[in-house]
């Protein structure tokens, strides 16, 4: 009885409030298009042809898609060098629409490619950037070393006489061949621990190897934590477009052979130095203590305190304790070395004091700013879980100047997402551990964060850093990234045919690898667009109806979002990276008895544990974990009633996997969304207050039968609408009925 007093008191004074407007899905711009010429990437190996002043399309800017404005068919020839096989399935031809891609077989071995573009469908701007037609070569270049004892007799502290020999493959390079002597010993810290070792090299003179810069100091690096092996390699050759930091390592993929026994892939890199090549400045002396130094930030777990020149670091924010160590010069004289040492960790205060306002000085003083926001975006695209200035991270000071300058962006190996990587840098004695995230969901800042009080006080506390920043990344996003995402595919094109002597050796999946890197990747961009990009929130209805569609859809906490995904404009589950929560998206709808509901979807999460399910009035349909690509599902209303839909993700208590979301798109109703839904007075697919209060004024004569639907909010099936049907109506929209 009190309930029914409280009703009615309520939709007395819901009277005198306005009715609630309709939601309508948005427009599209009726102008604004424009010809957008696409240069497709001709891969190594690959001679393309095509009519350049006809290889555009024109499209129209929308939620930072692109619409196509009209029906037209684009099409390209590729041919193939000697040596160089057409790839399948690294080939990037429109991938995203592939239902609307032809390949076929031209005269003497020719590709045709034929793509049919369809006015009101979408593109991205990523997907018309990559457009590439990729080859694998028959060999790759052979590194072999052959060392004067057992490799499993070499060490990291001892250098051993060496031989090298190494021939090109199908790939041919300026440098040509190179036969001569040096020597080898072992490197890295975790990774030295592992089957597939690493191995510094040191020639006896400098020599280009694959046309990286002449230089006696080179590495291998085995990517034994990386199933992908373009963590490392497309962080460098990517960085070669950065504008802030000078040097980037130089590296190619190279097979090798340790005497006389094959090893596997590995990268050749050069190793970091300060050369006229690499990085070049002045090192300090005695006479000139100001510089130049190279110096890396590193752990106490990584650092040998009886032979590496290390000093302090002015802060302890990781869970192993923050040091420096001066990597060159490496002074023979023990004073002199002190010395510098001295000098240096005095040094480092006072950029710590500058940067985190305890001394008078401003951070401008100290910080080269162009270079340091390349770092921290290089890191952040990686969500590398060292460059949160932990270890492998570079730095130099030149002579006479203040400034602190970042470079050679190294050791990517963990980063990008990989499963390998089961810890964080969450320490509740030397940062805040809660801001501080796993390393394999796509979102969060790995590196501005407390465990990097520097990056962290920068971002924060200075606006005009952090607008520098943004609009730095808004540049890379159009260059950087679409680089990275073509490098996948060609790499992927030129290791496929090397890449089963690795697999059978050392017991990884490279396909499968570089898949899950690319599925991550795409959603880490897609994480750092919507934190550091200005753009229109794409409307969770226009992200989730399908083509002329006026679904309205209702998500709680941790809401689902419209986003762009695969060349879709689509909704993203938007709990990704908090353990013990869930994301859901819900609609209710009136349906006869055979209309449908279908809709796509795909998820990419932790299998068995982070689950991505769909149910129908409480029944589950399906539950999914782990990775998928675009599937439809469509289900049949078996009588007449209301039915709720509700798609949910739902995480576990810790660890994540992939890009730990799920994705909506493309739901269509076969009826009509306002017809048949029990109590949904004003016809906009949800039953709420202002049905209830829509029905109340018709029974009061206040409105005519045009301004309500009659059928729905007709409840008790009598022929009218009166004063009872509200209440009906009232007890549905505060879920009592």
């Known amino acids: 009885m009190k309930k029914f007093r409280f009703l009615c008191a309520f939709l007395a004074a819901l009277l005198l409030l306005p009715a609630a407007s309709i939601v309508l899905a948005e427009a599209l711009p009726a102008d604004g298009a424009a010809e957008y010429p696409i240069a497709p990437i001709a891969g190594d190996g690959v001679v393309l042809s095509y009519d350049e002043s006809a290889f555009s399309l024109k499209l129209a800017p929308l939620y930072g898609m692109l619409r196509i404005e009209e029906n037209r068919t684009l099409t390209l020839f590729a041919s ?10 690294y080939t990037n031809f429109f991938r995203d629409h592939s239902e609307r891609v032809s390949v076929t077989n031209g005269a003497n ?3 045709v490619f034929t793509f049919t573009a369809v006015r009101g469908e979408y593109l991205s701007e990523d997907e018309i950037a990559i457009v590439g037609i990729y080859a694998s070569p028959e060999q790759l270049p052979q590194l072999h070393i052959d060392a004067e004892v057992p490799f499993s007799q070499i060490d990291k502290q001892n250098w051993v006489t060496a031989s090298f020999t190494l021939t090109l493959g199908t790939k041919q390079y300026q440098s040509g061949d190179f036969e001569g002597t040096g020597a080898v010993k072992g490197r890295g810290n975790t990774s030295w621990g592992q089957p597939k070792k690493p191995y510094s090299i040191k020639l006896d003179s400098k020599k280009s190897l694959l046309d990286i810069p002449k230089t006696k100091k080179y590495a291998i690096v085995p990517s034994y934590s990386d199933p992908s092996f373009l963590r490392n390699y497309m962080t460098y050759k990517a960085g070669l477009l950065l504008d802030g930091i000078g040097y980037v390592p130089k590296c190619e993929f190279v097979e090798v052979y ?7 892939i590995y990268l050749l890199v ?16 005695g006479d000139e203590l100001t510089g130049g130094y190279l110096i890396e930030k590193d752990v106490r777990d990584k650092i040998d305190f009886s032979s590496d020149l290390w000093f302090n670091c002015p802060y302890w924010a990781n869970q192993n304790k923050d040091y420096f160590v001066l990597k060159t010069p490496e002074p023979d004289d023990a004073a002199l070395a002190n010395q510098m040492r001295q000098y240096l960790e005095a040094y480092m205060q006072r950029v710590h004091d500058a940067i985190m306002g305890t001394s008078s000085e401003s951070y401008t003083q100290y910080v080269d700013v162009s270079s340091w926001i390349d770092f921290i975006i290089v890191q952040e695209l990686a969500k590398n879980i060292d460059g949160n200035m932990k270890t492998s991270c570079y730095m130099y000071k030149q002579a006479q100047d203040d400034k602190l300058y970042f470079t050679a962006p190294w050791d990517f190996d963990l980063a990008y997402g990989n499963p390998a990587t089961t810890w964080n840098n969450a320490d509740y004695q030397h ?12 979102s969060d800042f790995m590196v501005i964060n407390s465990s990097a009080p520097w990056f962290d006080k920068l971002y924060d506390d200075h606006e005009e850093f952090s607008s520098a920043l943004k609009e730095r990344y808004a540049q890379y996003r159009r260059s950087i990234v679409p680089a990275m995402l073509a490098m996948m595919d060609a790499q992927g094109a030129y290791l496929s045919t090397a890449m089963p002597s690795d697999e059978a050796l050392w017991h990884r999946n490279f396909h499968s690898g570089l898949a899950s890197l690319r599925t991550w990747f795409i959603s880490r961009v897609a994480w750092l667009d919507g934190e550091w990009l200005e753009t229109e929130p794409i409307g969770l209805d226009f992200a989730l109806n399908a083509e002329g569609g006026s679904l309205h859809f209702e998500t709680a906490a941790n809401p689902f979002t419209g986003t762009i995904i695969d060349g879709r404009i689509a909704a993203v589950s938007g709990n990704a990276g908090m353990d013990s929560s869930e994301s859901s998206v819900t609609i209710t709808l009136g349906m006869l008895a055979g209309e449908t509901l279908s809709f796509d979807y795909k998820y990419s999460t932790e299998q068995s544990y982070d689950i991505f399910s769909f149910s129908v009035n409480g029944q589950n349909k399906f539950s999914h974990s782990g990775e998928s690509g675009w599937q439809s599902y469509t289900f049949t209303a078996d009588h007449d009633g209301s039915y709720t839909f509700l798609w949910k993700y739902e995480k576990d208590y810790s660890y994540a996997s992939g890009s730990d979301c799920c994705w909506l798109d493309e739901i269509a109703y076969s009826g009509d969304a306002g017809a048949g839904l029990i109590g949904d007075a004003d016809g906009n697919g949800e039953v709420n207050v202002s049905d209830a209060l829509l029905a109340m004024r018709f029974a009061m004569g206040m409105i005519d039968e045009s301004e309500l639907n009659l059928d729905n909010a007709d409840l008790d099936e009598n022929g009218e609408v009166n004063m009872s049907d509200a209440i009906s109506i009232m007890r549905i929209a505060l879920g009592l009925e």
């Open 80 to 89: 193939f060098e000697e040596g160089w096989t057409y790839n399948e399935q």
């Open 109 to 111: 071995g020719e590709k």
């Open 258 to 264: 340790l005497n006389g026994s094959y090893n596997g």
């Open 270 to 285: 050069e190793r970091v130095d300060i050369e006229s090549t690499k990085i070049n400045i002045e090192e300090a002396s």
């Open 431 to 442: 940062n805040d551990y809660y801001d501080c995230p796993n390393a394999t969901s796509p």
